[in-house]
């Protein structure tokens, strides 16, 4: 089976109206990143008890922690810093979350004994409280190419990892080859696609992603987080320091999402998957 998942902050800035995006959609998962334009790692417990509720109250189960963690610079105080790992953790632990998706930290290049220094700890931190440290490829990280990623997965034991089919175009790697190396390493994908020489974001399918090519060489149970980044968002400057250039134009974020969606289930059905019961079947 393969589960869709989403970050709904990219339908709608409330949780209100991203439930009622995930739920239009037939969505039952959220990578929760935002809501109300304040980050994830941001929220109180109590508010974070709230959101959970009204969750679970509308059939969303959250699956991934779409936290920031490690998009830092590696001379952060990790002493200091781990405080904010810790409370992280225990924001997974309210939602009902055993994953946490992170980053390896900026201005890492030349300290990578560091860089496998913090991601231990990062990931004993969350055996602590039972959740999976995954690390998402992301442009200036330190894991941001084919290259270091494979370092990350020889040094960093207990470390899962997410891939992200645009992040490697935007490094200049070929999708053929990164989905070769990594598809079956890979704990959950997320799905966005880019038209390499322009860097205009896409549906998917319509770009370099190579997102059929992702889909056919699922042969377990595996989960797709749509992040389509097809129109700008409350939070995303916040979220992401580099211009999002769009080839297509929507009325407003919903259509975008919707749009987004329709798009990645297109691809399944293309693939011969059929929606049942809330996940895709063959």
């Known amino acids: 089976m393969i589960y869709l998942s989403a970050f709904a902050d990219e339908a709608a800035t409330s949780l209100k109206g991203q439930i009622e995006a995930l739920n239009r959609n037939g969505i039952k998962y959220s990578e929760i990143r935002s809501v109300d334009g304040v980050n994830v790692s941001k929220f109180t417990l109590d508010t974070a008890k709230e959101y959970q509720k009204e969750m679970a109250d509308n059939g969303v189960a959250v699956w991934s922690i779409g936290s920031p963690l490690g998009k830092v610079s590696i001379n952060v105080d990790f002493n200091e810093y781990e405080g904010t790992v810790r ?106 696609d880019m038209i390499a020489d322009t860097g205009e974001h896409v549906p998917a399918g319509l770009g370099d992603g190579n997102i059929k090519g992702l889909v056919e060489k699922i042969k377990d149970d595996k989960v797709l987080t749509l992040e389509p980044h097809l129109a700008i968002f409350s939070g995303y400057s916040d979220i992401d320091n580099f211009e999002m250039k769009n080839k297509f134009k929507f009325n407003s974020n919903t259509e975008a999402f919707d749009f987004a969606c329709k798009s990645l289930k297109g691809i399944l059905n293309e693939c011969g998957y059929k929606e049942i019961n809330g996940g895709f079947a063959k």
């Open 87 to 192: 409370h992280v953790c225990e924001l997974a632990n309210v939602f009902n979350a055993d994953k946490i998706r992170m980053f390896s930290f900026f201005d890492a290049l030349g300290e990578k004994n560091k860089v496998f220094d913090y991601l231990g700890r990062m990931i004993e931190i969350g055996k602590e409280y039972g959740v999976q440290m995954c690390h998402e490829n992301e442009k200036e990280v330190y894991g941001d190419t084919a290259s270091r990623v494979l370092e990350l997965i020889e040094n960093c034991k207990g470390l899962k990892f997410i891939y992200d089919p645009v992040n490697y175009i935007a490094v200049g790697e070929k999708a053929e080859k990164t989905l070769e190396l990594f598809h079956d390493k890979t704990e959950y994908f997320h799905v966005k």
